[in-house]
């Protein structure tokens, strides 16, 4: 099983759709969760973190299930600037260093 | 806003050829890391870097590759004797406190292309 699966779409929805990205990981001790984007060719940036009572941010909102190691993403009235890849990130730390994982992605493409 | 740097943007070397790419860190930042992306695949962590010495490395991080801290503000990796598949985008970022929900900030990232 892979450490953090995101289906990778690519997602294609009208502007103004509601759009969710799921993802699971497998290490039960992680313990910190983001959503990041990232557009073609540029750097991935953080869109959210994500915790365990749930947080919103404007049109965004992250959810975090622990018991299944469920993370989701909601997306609410899609803009064409949303079209990006959302990144699931995964982070477990240790004594003296952390681990951070990155799933494949999933793509969304939003269309007029 | 302060922001993570990386140079070159892009970079072309021959098969075999020593690499050095470099990254200026957010000045107050403390943990440093080193990733890279094939294209089309996903972000690969290779290393971090914590009080001048590295903290963890993946699999992929091996001879082959070393980090620095020259300065006290330049982040460098080096890549010894470059290989066709180490051809792919490397992010550095940065982050200030261990904090569990302490934000990477990443750099814009150098595409290296071995030939």
Not at chain 1, 38 to 44: A, F, G, H, I, V
Not at chain 1, 84 to 99: D, F, I, M, P, R
Not at chain 2, 22 to 40: A, D, E, K, M, T
Not at chain 2, 70 to 96: H, Q, V, W
Request: hydrophobic share 35%; proline share 4%; aromatic share 12%.
């Amino acid at each position: 099983r892979k450490e953090v699966e995101q289906d990778p779409g690519p997602f294609n929805v009208p502007e103004g759709a509601t759009v969710a990205f799921n993802c699971t990981y497998s290490n039960s001790a992680s313990q910190s969760f983001f959503w990041y984007r990232q557009d073609c060719r540029k750097e991935p940036k953080l869109l959210m973190s994500v915790y365990s009572s749930g947080n919103e941010d404007g049109r965004f909102t992250a959810q975090l299930n622990r018991a299944s190691q469920y993370i989701s993403l909601l997306i609410r009235d899609s803009k064409l600037s949303d079209s990006a890849t959302y990144l699931c990130v995964v982070q477990e730390y240790y004594s003296s260093a952390s681990k951070i994982i990155f799933g494949s992605g999933t793509r969304l493409s939003i269309r007029p | 806003e302060p922001e993570v740097t990386q140079t070159p943007s892009h970079q072309v070397t021959q098969m075999g050829q020593e690499v050095i790419l470099r990254c200026v860190p957010i000045s107050n930042h403390l943990y440093f890391y080193w990733y890279r992306q094939i294209l089309g695949q996903k972000v690969e962590f290779l290393v971090s870097f914590y009080n001048n010495e590295i903290s963890e490395k993946s699999e992929i991080f091996d001879d082959q590759f070393s980090v620095e801290r020259p300065d006290g503000s330049n982040f460098t990796l080096k890549i010894r004797s470059t290989k066709l598949e180490d051809s792919a985008m490397y992010f550095c970022a940065s982050i200030g406190l261990a904090g569990a929900q302490e934000t990477q900030y990443f750099g814009p990232g150098t595409r290296l292309l071995v030939l």
